[in-house]
């Protein structure tokens, strides 16, 4: 969601925070700004409603510079977006803020603080924390310790950065339970809510645990835990490269990405499969000794991660004969549940800092599960952290806020994690059944994308459309509300799954010559039933558009437009078939103009409730 960059130098760095929330515009936003400290040790600020490139164009009329600023991107929680809701938020040209996440009890705050005269420019929580490190500064001895102040009158969710003119070589950041990282100069040190935003200036990252407090200069970084103890936290070097935010050949993020998806593929393959079995040391030490004692799975995660779950389950109740439980983490963190013996407790996420998701992992822990295991594509995330055992995607950085690449990894984790749970239960010839399998899978991929063209001249037809009703069966159920998922998210057109047995319970009634209807149609154990339902659809007047296995039997008709897809195995149909309905999306949304790679009120990484 909302973006930090921050540094302090010896030289300006004015550059440097704009390159970083270039980096950022991924995330999502409405407004970004900057803070600076001039020659003169004041505060100057710049901010401006809508891209990072409005803000660049403000600072060239009104240049700004300075070795010590901060910097930001927001997404809209607490008032609506404009430049006066923008980030940096300033108290009496002596302190400014930057923040990503939530303060809850900041209506309470707000009241104290205008009591106390002080005014409010903005209706956001953020300029709550400005006003209260202002006031604290009154009090105590240090920009630090007014910090160390100011987050104990706070409840919520919060990533701080703040400077101030009485300390011009001190920048401070917080982390609590929203993610921050430290980068690691040569005489220069930087705060960022990612890797990517520092990478043009380092691949040094300090990963800040939850509750630290960090007080950083140009040559020093102190970091105080959560009860005021100094503490050491690892520089570790990333291996990230800043060549991941270069578009090369292609017009979108989205679209490289969908093409970089069989080399993601054969990255997280890479060094995890045997000839006929998956090396257990890929998702930590001891794993088969602790899945051996599995009895139940409970998979929890949110939005594209959720689809990829729900295809999973079909997987693990079809295969290991384990009972899978797949649950949305917002309702999940919120829900009463029965203590459950042996419950292998998984949780996915691209980033690895969904904040549902990472309150669900901790109640698991509370509820005393078995194991808990994430999949996830940030070697350093929270959750990666938090949990017992991990299975990276290699799936490299994932700028699109609509989710491909990290989608058809999460599944070939799960292929993994599958395995893994057969391997340890002694099924040796279904293990290597799923190995033969994923060994096949990048090719297959290539193939699907080459479909590509076909997609192109289909995507015309939804250029006026205002509905669309997405059908599939089975595991392919799932992938019909991923690719429901991706026409709302990028075009904009209103989308729905259901399982297509369901049309006579009440889809039926929106079928008319007006509503397209995309259906998936491997040549699997269901594929009679689906060619039924399509006809219920057919005699309804129903526009079809089909991706069907060639060996189905099914032809092009009136009003049935069928895309012919090459025969796969039946395990690996719903990553297959996925990637014909993430290119139907990209093209649809391109014809419409909208804004592909960042929709609008969507954030790539949400890191709040």
């Known amino acids: 969601m909302c973006g930090i960059v921050g540094a302090i130098a010896q030289r300006p760095v004015t550059e440097i925070l704009l390159e970083g929330l270039r980096r950022l515009e991924y995330r999502g936003y409405d407004s970004a700004g900057v803070a600076l400290l001039d020659s003169d040790q004041s505060i100057q600020r710049v901010r401006a409603l809508g891209r990072v ?185 990333s291996k990230a490269c800043s060549l991941d935010s270069d578009l090369g050949e292609f017009r979108h993020f989205m679209h490289k990405e969908i093409h970089e998806q069989p080399l993601s593929v054969q990255n997280t393959l890479e060094g995890r499969l045997g000839r006929d079995y998956i090396h257990q040391c890929i998702t930590g030490e001891n794993v088969l000794e602790t899945l051996q004692q599995v009895k139940e799975v409970q998979i929890i995660a949110c939005g594209t991660s959720y689809h990829a779950g729900l295809i999973a389950r079909y997987w693990i109740e079809s295969m290991t004969e384990l009972a899978c439980h797949v649950e949305v983490a917002s309702e999940y963190r919120y829900r009463r549940q029965p203590q459950r013996d042996g419950v292998l407790f998984v949780t996915i996420s691209q980033s690895g800092e969904t904040a549902d998701t990472l309150a669900a992992l901790e109640k698991a822990k509370q509820n005393n599960a078995l194991a808990t295991l994430t999949i996830c594509n940030v070697p350093e995330s929270s959750l990666i952290r938090e949990s017992d055992f991990s299975l990276l995607t290699i799936a490299g950085a994932e700028i699109g806020v609509a989710s491909t ?77 991923e690719g429901a998922l991706k026409l709302k998210e990028i075009s904009y057109i209103h989308a729905e799954a259901y399982p297509a047995g369901e049309l006579k319970h009440g889809p039926l009634a929106l079928v008319d010559n007006e509503m397209p209807i995309i259906a998936i149609a491997p040549n699997t154990h269901l594929i009679e039933k689906l060619k039924s339902n399509l006809e219920e659809v057919r005699s309804r007047g129903g526009e079809l558009y089909l991706f069907a296995d060639k060996n189905t039997g099914i032809e092009q008709r009136d009003n049935l437009h069928l895309i012919k897809m090459d025969e796969v195995p039946e395990i690996l149909a719903p990553i297959i078939y996925t990637i014909p309905l993430q290119l139907l999306s990209y093209h649809v949304a391109v014809f419409k103009g909208t804004d592909v790679d960042k929709p609008r009120n969507l954030a790539k990484s949400v890191t709040v409730e």
């Open 53 to 237: 490139s409005v803000l660049e164009k403000k600072l060239q009329q009104q240049p700004t510079t300075g070795t010590m600023g901060i910097s930001h991107t927001r997404w809209a929680t607490h008032g609506e977006p404009a430049e006066r809701n923008a980030h940096p938020h300033i108290s009496n040209d002596r302190v400014a803020v930057v923040h990503n996440g939530i303060i809850e009890n900041y209506e309470i705050l707000r009241e104290q603080l205008i009591s106390k005269g002080y005014q409010f420019q903005s209706e956001t929580d953020t300029e709550v924390i400005a006003h209260l490190i202002d006031e604290n500064l009154e009090f105590e001895s240090s920009l630090l310790d007014a910090v160390k102040a100011t987050i104990k009158q706070l409840e919520g969710a919060y990533a701080l950065g703040v400077i101030s003119p009485k300390e011009p070589d001190t920048l401070i950041a917080v982390r609590k339970g929203s993610p921050l990282i430290i980068g690691v100069g040569l005489g220069e040190n930087f705060i960022g809510s990612d890797v990517q935003a520092m990478l043009p200036v380092t691949n040094r990252f300090i990963y800040l645990e939850n509750n630290d407090l960090v007080k950083l200069s140009r040559y020093q970084i102190e970091i105080q835990d959560g009860n005021g103890n100094k503490v050491e936290r690892p520089i570790k070097e």
């Open 405 to 481: 690449k990290a989608f058809t990894t999460q599944l070939v984790c799960l292929q993994l994690l599958m395995g893994l749970l057969l391997q340890a239960k002694g099924n040796p010839k279904q293990v290597e059944k799923i190995v033969t399998n994923l060994k096949k899978l990048p090719t297959l991929l290539e193939a699907a994308i080459e479909k590509e063209k076909e997609i192109e001249i289909v995507a015309e037809h939804f250029i006026e459309k205002h509905h669309a009703l997405f059908l599939g069966r089975g595991e392919q159920y799932p992938v019909a509300m």
